[in-house]
């Protein structure tokens, strides 16, 4: 078989196709920041930094595929939050002032556009550049920010969403604030779509297991990712879902929402995954971000890549970091991470 670009290879797993070697799709934007010598607070509201920091890192490192992110407050400051903008680290939204005060305020809240509300556009204009400046080789995935549940954690506070979770009376008005995060992050990741991304995707972390239960991710946070999965994938565009930490005990019903792509964090185990998530389904994960990426040594990272590719069989399978990569992650370590799948992911 010739050698496919990074692009070829992302491409052809996510059509059930053979590709040459596992595809590699780091996430990197923190890191790519570093390596660029630029810092992450730059990019807030500047996506040509933003993109150069991505296109230096991936020639620098050769990996298959970018990943466009900034923060995981852009989409909840297009709702109306407030947000903290630092330095060296990303942009958080301020929880001293919440959009959504009372949950029966819901039907105030104004659905915003992607192109023209907040910083949402500086998003997009990095995935038109970065696609017009490496995407005929590189795959692009177009970050769509939150994911509902997280976001509606977000828009009222996440100790205050909690707490009316607990509240059975709560439970309309709860959904319905799911549901306009749904929209809001639909409107989002189609246009990522129309800026060129090759796929698009949401974080719910705040949706996984760390947070609730199994239970209440069936009830609240998944029927919302189900939908959102088949209005956004009905358009043409692979999508992409995102749960931080332990998901084992959820990982059938994330196979069951129908996207095409599971981002998922270093405590699933990948040989279960691989056996209850559909065949169809692409597993992005899940070398460690904190040990081995940035306190391993390069044979760690290895061992780890090399595990991840033998536990899924190289099948369905982009190999990543579990979670976004540190921007001190030693150079040497991503070194690792590429070359792994080169040595092990052979087809």
């Given at each position: 078989?010739?050698?496919?670009?990074?692009?070829?290879?992302?491409q052809a797993v996510l059509t059930g196709e053979v590709?040459?070697?596992v595809?590699?799709?780091?996430?990197?934007?923190m890191f790519a920041a570093e390596t660029a010598g630029i810092r992450v607070g730059e990019f807030a509201y500047n996506a040509a930094k933003m993109v150069e920091a991505q296109v230096i890192s991936q020639a620098k490192y050769g990996y298959d595929g970018c990943v466009i992110d900034f923060d995981d407050a852009t989409l909840a400051e297009a709702c109306g939050a407030k947000v903290i903008f630092r330095d060296y680290e990303p942009a958080i939204v301020d929880e001293s002032e919440l959009v959504v005060k009372d949950l029966r305020d819901v039907d105030k809240l104004k659905l915003p556009d992607p192109w023209k509300d907040g910083r949402l556009p500086v998003w997009l204009e990095a995935t038109r550049l970065?696609?017009?400046?490496?995407?005929?080789?590189?795959?692009?995935?177009?970050r769509a920010d939150q994911g509902p549940?997280?976001?509606a954690c977000l828009l009222r506070g996440p100790q205050q969403f909690m707490m009316d979770l607990l509240d059975d009376e709560n439970i309309e008005p709860i959904k319905q604030l799911i549901d306009y995060c749904r929209q809001a992050c639909a409107r989002f990741a189609l246009a990522q779509k129309e800026a060129g991304a090759h796929a698009t995707s949401i974080g719910d972390a705040f949706a996984g297991p760390s947070l609730?239960?199994?239970?209440?991710?069936?009830e609240f946070a998944m029927e919302p990712q189900v939908r959102l999965a088949e209005e956004v994938q009905a358009a043409g565009i692979p999508f992409s879902i995102h749960i931080c930490g332990n998901t084992n005990g959820?990982?059938?019903?994330?196979?069951?929402?129908?996207a095409r792509i599971l981002e998922v964090d270093w405590k699933l185990d990948m040989a279960e995954a691989r056996r209850v998530v559909p065949a169809t389904t692409v597993l992005m994960g899940n070398v460690n971000p904190s040990d081995p990426l940035v306190l391993g040594t390069p044979t760690d990272v290895d061992a780890a890549a090399r595990k991840v590719i033998e536990a899924t069989g190289g099948r369905g399978?982009?190999?990543?970091s579990g979670c976004a990569m540190g921007r001190n992650t030693p150079p040497e370590n991503m070194k690792a991470l590429v070359s792994a799948a080169n040595k092990y992911g052979k087809m």
């Open positions: 078989m010739s050698e496919m670009t990074g692009l070829q290879r992302c590709a040459d070697q595809p590699v799709v780091p996430q990197t934007f970065l696609k017009d400046r490496i995407g005929d080789h590189v795959f692009i995935m177009g549940f997280s976001l609730i239960s199994p239970a209440m991710y069936r959820i990982i059938a019903d994330m196979g069951r929402t129908h399978l982009f190999l990543s």
